[in-house]
Nanobody
């Protein structure tokens, strides 16, 4: 049974940092594309950052590029999202998601291709 559990969210002041974790169970990360997505109240869920099945290819939304970093630790079967220089507009419920990657095909960093989802962790950036 594929399961993803996010943690690390919280309340942080503007300019602060948080590191989100996504612990995977029921499968191993190798060969799976992993994405971090977020959804603010009244807005659609959007892609924040995605990592290809090889763990090397990465993609970032323009709004977070240079501030957020996605990484994975295959030994711990965990994916991370390091978030620096946080802004109030980063406030949202953050989800991680996974999908088995077809050889040579990296899914777009949008919600639709991702089959398995965690329950989300809240990030609030406010003074």
């Amino acid at each position: 049974q594929v399961q993803l559990v996010e943690s690390g969210g919280g309340l942080v002041q503007p300019g602060g940092s948080l590191r989100l974790s996504c612990a995977a169970s029921g499968f191993t990360l190798e060969g799976y594309a992993i994405g971090w997505f977020r959804q603010a109240p009244g807005k659609a869920r959007e892609g924040v950052s995605c990592s290809g099945g090889d763990g090397v290819r990465t993609e970032y939304a323009s709004s977070v590029a240079g501030r957020f970093t996605i990484s994975r630790d295959n030994a711990k079967n965990t994916v991370y999202l390091q978030m620096n220089s946080l802004k109030p507009e980063d406030t949202a419920l953050y989800y991680c998601a996974a999908v088995k990657e077809r050889p040579g095909e990296t899914p777009m960093c949008i919600p639709a291709p991702f089959a398995s989802w965690g329950q989300g962790t809240q990030v609030t950036v406010s003074s």
